[in-house]
């Protein structure tokens, strides 16, 4: 993948990611049940009311983290498109995309270990994070030099 579409496909990611993590963060303030499927392996409500849902000590949602997330993400592939294909910088992507894995690995991790249930919603959002990051791993092969 050359500098150019990996960019294009970091910026897709914080467009779709940052969408969903604007639904979720609204359902969260507005009460609202989640358009999902429920059973004994899909609940999103479970997931998304859980204490893992929130940052710790406060009533804030996580998804309001992802919402922050995506557009940092967004913006630095917005910043390489605008420089055709060139990042600001090489590394601050895939840290970038690095630091979103790990806390999507503890999500996941609390997910299916504690809760015992998945977030569909959610799942697309980690899955959104995870592609930013093959992104930015990807075009580091395409750096010139």
């Given at each position: ?7 294009f ?11 969903i ?40 949602p ?65 899955l ?18």
């Open positions: 993948m050359s500098r150019r579409p990996a960019a496909v970091v910026l897709a990611a914080a467009v779709a990611g940052a969408a993590s604007v639904y979720l963060t609204v359902s969260h303030y507005q009460n609202l049940p989640l358009a999902c499927t429920t059973s004994s392996t899909f609940d999103c409500g479970a997931v998304t009311t859980s204490s893992y849902s929130l940052l710790p000590g406060t009533d804030i996580v998804s309001l983290l992802g919402i922050g997330w995506f557009l940092v993400s967004g913006a630095l592939a917005w910043l390489a498109l605008r420089r055709r294909g060139r990042w600001p910088s090489t590394w601050l992507p895939v840290a970038w995309g690095l630091a979103g894995t790990v806390f999507v690995l503890f999500l996941v991790y609390a997910e299916l270990v504690v809760i015992h249930r998945i977030c569909e919603w959610c799942t697309a959002v980690h959104l994070v995870v592609a930013s990051l093959l992104a930015s791993l990807t075009r580091l092969t395409a750096e010139p030099g």
